[in-house]
């Protein structure tokens, strides 16, 4: 009954999107306020019922209810509770519902946010109806979560035992809302370009859903990235997998949107850019969840297996996109952009981040989709992977951070290059010393690392200086100093704290990946292996029993060179019965920056008795590269919580307070 | 999965694919076995470089030093071997390329229909920087403030905003 429920539910969302995209319209053009009002109310009411659905789906979860399909194929009576609420969004039509819940949701904000002119608005929740109605007709024609199974099933198929994991439950809800967080500010470029008017307000308006939306991509990437590491037993954290990338992808032209909506917030300039970048970002995500989700890359074979879903995604992507991208190719030359400024300026150091940022997303794109596009046109197969990913990527990225520093010091319209430096010889005094310091005192010796060290310190204590010379620190009387810091807008140490978090990654990303080091031994009980100046020593092995699974468990002691205890590793190899799969569940001892990563393997019998396969990596500095995306995210909600941004949110609670429009019918 | 009919069992298997950052495989990084190493271990570590750049043809997204598949471990010991008898990386990779084509290395090599990958970046840095410097002569500079006076200004508006 629930699950019919639900069912009608979607079926509503439909309508009620299909409504909202027609008296939206039709508001604007007679620039009747009801009419538009309607419109938003509706909006309301799509996603009032799109959560309903949702509900009906994890109830089904919940209570294990093998007659719908989604849940028999991917749910178990034994699995933890978590792991069936996330199960409703661990398949392919759940995702989907998941992304639904998304669009509507901020399809609802856009319409309870009071701040917006008038046809603007309306011509934002109409696009926002748009996109939802593609969705969600997608959602319950081709891929309708809800579906009933002629035949009941005894018990259900599980979720893939990887799946089950506390960070990869919390890694779609994120990555979904940052990448469905971009569809506002699709829409709201879309409108603008409808209304022909992008100014310095405009770029106001969409920040705070750039800053959101970016914000959350960024603790979901991190989220997936952490639960690659330590879930997947292979020691690393990035594999410029097609699947990471379709992720990076929006997240690196969010992240030039960011900066170029700042330069025509504050000076105008750059409008049409903007604009492009603000439908590239959620062309990006719904990309993403194209390659995904239609299989054309994890599998070149799963495409074929249900084509009529690619080719629908496909479709909507080509709608959406296409649609947006002809009507910016036909109203963007008529946007004014005339505020000048020469290349060293403030202007010019976030344009040179946009160039550096829009190249880097086009290394990403053109490394992912070569491969498809060579096989479509002759049919040679190629693999574009890693080394050339990391080469061109670096080469991107290090020009931006030796810029990076200098950008915010340099004045709006026509900075001063060597004043800015001035500033910073502090920050390229430390660079230097903590390059040397690296190249000389750590063995192997690396000279890209000691850069890498090089480039995360003067990036790092630059937004330091910056800070410091905002605040006139050491300059002022402490006193001074303190009210200054406490007046500067929350943007601003949203800024530094994001510029921290990325030279914190830096720094992290370089001492991984030159210094990571592996051992792989064969261990019987009592034989103990080096590690990168520790010892893992294999005491016992023994059986353990989880809820829905059973598994071999060893335990080693992990010393370091003076015989101390660091901890006890307890690496296991799980096997799921109800999906017959076989995982390592991986142990880590943490230190304060590294990690020392134990996995075990199989068991080798051999003439002196059994033996295990045991794996250890030392990760040196790992703990950055998960932190630096964290700061940056922080800086994100600093920002965010900026008092220029919160009469939009007064506004919009004030809107809340009055009785809302009812939904069309 | 047997209970399942036949097209439940296909989405099943789709819906397996799905979840973001699945599409590396359980248990990889074998190809530390030590039952396999070579003895010389500089030799095994240029093997291991190599591996890196191998594509395993049967998975998803893998090198062959990531992926523990039979035809991963198998690539890896001609590669061994290869190593071990002492040919160049160009000769074991030209001897990978003739068995399997271009897909099994991991970094394409230079060739009219790959130049994309290399002269696409490179062409929106030149087009960016085209348009940062065609914009300046297009707009003649308006006799503004001067660089005190715009400090002043902005010290002034920062005072007031907060």
Redesign the interface.
């Known amino acids: 009954m629930i699950d019919e429920l639900g069912q009608f539910a979607l079926v509503l969302a439909l309508a009620l999107s299909l409504a909202q995209v027609g008296l939206s319209i039709a508001g604007r053009v007679r620039r009747d306020a009801s009419l538009a009002g309607a419109g938003e109310g509706a909006a309301l009411g799509a996603f009032i019922a799109i959560a309903l659905g949702f509900l009906a789906l994890i109830h089904a979860f919940v209570t294990s209810d093998f007659s719908v399909?989604n849940v028999?194929?991917?749910s178990h009576t034994a699995k933890p509770l978590i792991y069936k609420v996330a199960g409703a969004w661990?398949?392919?039509?759940g995702?989907i519902l998941l992304w639904c819940l998304m669009l509507t949701g901020y399809g609802a904000a856009v319409a309870a946010s009071g701040k917006l002119p008038f046809g603007l608005k309306a011509s934002a929740v109409a696009t926002q109806g748009l996109l939802g109605a593609l969705f969600i007709g997608y959602m319950v024609f081709a891929s309708n979560p809800l579906t009933r199974?002629?035949?009941l099933?005894?018990?259900g198929?599980s979720l893939?035992p990887?799946?089950q994991d506390p960070a990869?439950a919390a890694?779609?809800p994120f990555?979904y809302s940052g990448y469905v967080g971009f569809s506002v500010v699709f829409s709201l470029s879309v409108a603008a370009l409808v209304e022909g008017r992008v100014d310095p307000a405009w770029a106001r308006w969409i920040r705070p859903w750039t800053l959101a939306a970016w914000s959350l991509l960024t603790v979901g990437i991190t989220l997936?990235?952490f639960?690659?590491y330590y879930e997947?037993?292979?020691?690393g954290w990035w594999?410029w997998?097609?699947?990471?990338n379709?992720?990076f992808m929006p997240w690196l032209l969010g992240t030039a949107l960011l900066h170029s909506a700042a330069v025509t917030e504050k000076r105008g300039a750059l409008a049409s850019w903007t604009v492009l970048l603000g439908i590239g970002a959620f062309t990006l995500s719904m990309m993403g969840a194209f390659l995904?989700?239609s299989?054309v890359l994890?599998?070149v074979h799963?495409f074929a297996?249900?084509p009529r879903r690619g080719v629908l995604l496909l479709g909507i992507l080509g709608i959406a996109a296409g649609g947006a991208l002809a009507l910016y190719a036909w109203r963007a030359p008529a946007l004014k952009d005339?505020a000048?400024?020469?290349?060293v300026s403030r202007e010019?150091a976030l344009?040179?981040n946009?160039?550096?940022l829009?190249?880097?997303t086009?290394?990403v794109l053109?490394?992912t989709l070569?491969p498809l596009i060579?096989a479509a046109?002759?049919g040679?197969?190629?693999?574009?992977?890693?080394?050339?990913f990391n080469l061109?990527f670096t080469a991107?990225l290090a020009p931006a951070l030796i810029a990076l520093p200098a950008g915010p010091l340099l004045?709006?319209?026509?900075g001063?290059l060597p004043a800015a430096l001035r500033r910073l010889w502090l920050a390229a005094v430390i660079a230097l010393a903590a390059a040397l310091a690296t190249f000389g005192l750590v063995t192997p010796r690396s000279l890209l690392a000691a850069c890498g060290i090089a480039l995360g310190g003067w990036v790092i204590f630059g937004a330091l200086a910056e800070a410091a010379d905002r605040v006139k620190a050491f300059r002022a009387p402490w006193r001074e100093v303190g009210r200054r810091a406490g007046?500067?807008?929350r943007g601003a140490w949203g800024m530094t704290l994001a510029h921290i978090g990325i030279g914190v990654f830096a720094l992290g990303a370089s001492f991984e990946t030159a210094w990571r080091a592996?051992?792989?031994?064969?261990l019987r009980l009592g034989q103990s292996m080096h590690l990168a100046g520790f010892e893992l020593r294999l005491d016992r092995v023994g059986q353990v029993f989880g809820p829905n699974f059973e598994a071999e468990r060893a335990h080693l002691r992990v010393t370091d060179r003076a015989g101390r205890l660091i901890c006890e590793a307890a690496p296991e190899r799980r096997l799921y019965a109800a999906g017959g799969?076989?995982?390592?569940g991986v142990a880590i001892c943490p230190r304060v920056l590294d990690d020392v990563y134990v996995?075990e393997?199989d068991r080798?019998d051999a003439a002196g008795g059994p033996g295990w396969?045991i794996?250890g990596y030392w990760n040196p500095w790992v703990r950055f590269v998960f932190l630096g995306p964290l700061l940056m995210a922080l800086g994100g909600l600093v920002s965010l919580s900026d008092r220029?941004l919160r009469f939009a949110i007064t506004a919009r609670a004030r809107a809340a307070r009055q009785p809302a429009p009812a939904p069309a019918e | 999965m047997r209970w399942l009919p036949r097209a439940t069992l296909t989405r099943a298997v789709l819906a397996r694919a799905a979840l973001p950052l699945i599409a590396t495989a359980l248990l990889c990084a074998a190809a530390a076995d030590p039952a396999d190493r070579l003895a010389n271990p500089r030799q095994e570590a240029h093997a291991r470089q190599l591996f890196r750049d191998v594509r395993c043809l049967v998975c998803q997204s893998q090198s062959i030093d990531e992926s523990d598949a039979p035809l991963a471990h198998d690539l890896r010991q001609v590669i061994r071997a290869q190593v071990a008898d002492g040919r160049t990386d160009d000769q074991i990779k030209s001897f990978l390329v003739a068995r399997y084509g271009q897909f099994v290395l991991l970094t394409p090599k230079a060739s009219l229909g790959n130049a994309v990958l290399w002269a696409g970046p490179v062409l929106v840095v030149i087009a960016g920087a085209a348009a940062l410097f065609s914009r300046r002569s297009k707009t003649p500079e308006p006799p503004g403030l001067s660089v005190e006076e715009e400090a002043d200004v902005e010290k002034l508006s920062r005072e007031q905003a907060s």
């Open positions: 399909l028999a194929a991917n661990g398949s392919h039509e995702s199974l002629p035949e099933p005894v018990q198929n893939n990887l799946l990869l890694h779609p990555l997936g990235s639960w690659a997947l037993g292979w020691g594999a997998d097609p699947v990471e379709a992720s995904v989700r299989g994890t599998s799963a297996i249900d005339e000048a400024f020469t290349p010019g344009f040179l946009n160039v550096l829009a190249a880097a086009a290394v053109i490394g070569l060579r046109i002759d040679t197969p190629i693999s574009v992977g890693a080394p050339y061109t991107l004045a709006w319209k026509r001063d007046g500067l807008p592996e051992a792989t031994e064969v799969q076989t995982i390592s996995v393997g080798r396969l794996r220029r």
